[in-house]
């Protein structure tokens, strides 16, 4: 395993970024991490290196010690980054969130639906009507949502009903002690790379059984 800290460059700053990847040759499939608001602390790290584990390229930005302002120009330095870098093949790109990173995640995929084509946004704080219905006209891409149990968003139905009303496939996990991250894994198997299969239409909302 590959792993380091690095500094990206934006316009007007250097973004701090944590990368996973393994060692082997080859041009990996990449994901962007988008933790809570603590920055690149070691629980990041490891789940960064977990990713990795499974044949990705992971970058885990230190994105909370920018302002609100900044977030659209840093995340184009981070898929510029990704473009560049030669250990990743940037065809398609993956997303995961966690807490205000998940929320994160969403705009992202909206920003820049050419290039995201999978979504992952666990602990979401949801949106107003009008920003889910903007993000979800513009989401190119599947999106899977997770809550844990007992502690789901009170805008949890806006999310899902502009998702639905615009046709973006996707599914919803209500989880016990942390997320499915085998059917995480299976997500991004079934939509990067270029030897990903054609992912199946998800049907409106799928609970999926949470962990005891």
């Not at 590959?2 to 040759?25: K, N, Q, T, V, W």
């Not at 230190?62 to 659209?72: H, I, V």
């Not at 990743?88 to 050419?114: I, Q």
């Not at 806006?158 to 016990?176: K, N, P, R, T």
């Amino acid at each position: 395993m590959l792993d380091a800290r690095i500094e990206i460059e934006a316009e007007d700053a250097g973004l701090d970024a944590f990368i996973a990847c393994p060692d082997s040759a080859g041009r990996r499939p990449p994901l962007i991490l988008l933790g809570d608001r603590e920055g690149l602390t070691p629980a990041i790290e490891t789940r960064a290196r977990r990713l990795a584990a499974h044949g990705y390229f992971v970058m885990a930005p230190d994105w909370a010690r920018r302002g609100p302002e900044d977030r659209r120009e840093d995340a184009d330095a981070w898929l510029d980054h990704l473009a560049d870098a030669r250990e990743a093949d940037d065809t398609r790109v993956g997303l995961v969130g966690l807490g205000a990173g998940a929320n994160l995640a969403l705009r992202l995929a909206a920003w820049r639906a050419e290039r995201i084509a999978a979504v992952a946004a666990f602990g979401a704080r949801g949106f107003g009507p009008a920003t889910a219905r903007e993000i979800a006209q513009r989401i190119n891409g599947i999106v899977r949502l997770g809550w844990p149990l007992g502690a789901t968003s009170a805008r949890i139905g806006v999310l899902e009903s502009a998702l639905s009303a615009a046709g973006v496939d996707f599914d919803v996990e209500i989880w016990g002690a942390e997320p499915d991250w085998s059917g995480l894994i299976d997500l991004f198997g079934r939509t990067l790379g270029p030897c990903s299969r054609e992912p199946a239409h998800l049907t409106g909302v799928h609970l999926t059984p949470y962990n005891s």
